[in-house]
């Protein structure tokens, strides 16, 4: 059975060494220089009490096996605040058995009680199996070209 929580802003190092541990499959991806040290100053940063970032987990057998980042924001365009879901990841030996499903779903439902007006993320144009998850469960398609710029 797998269990989806929202990791709590007290998780103890030991919990953090674990996300950090399981986020590696998604960091070595992106070719940081240190992508153990940046997840671990991430996670640290994303569970600080004034922090607008959020951490969602998915454990099975006790053992952490996929996980969501996110920050809540303010959006003109949606007259509120709104989430933008950085990333979701599920261990690839755990992947097509409903898990990334599960996360979304628990996102979701933790948003409509934060009186959230929507959710919004970004995929790979390629990435079919992904953008038909997210198309099961009402997201669409947003035609827009996104920036990044950084220091």
Known sequence: MVNVYKLPRNADRDTQIQLADLLMGQMESIGTKEPYQQALKTIELALHPDSQ???????KDE???????????????KGG????LNDLYVHKEHRNQGIAKKILLKIIYWAETKEIKGIELETGINNEATKALYNSLGFYDIISKRYGFRF
């Open 53 to 59: 970032a959020h951490i969602f987990v998915a454990e």
């Open 63 to 77: 053992a952490m096996v996929g996980a969501a980042f996110l920050n809540v924001g303010l959006s003109l365009d």
């Open 81 to 84: 605040y709104y989430i933008w």
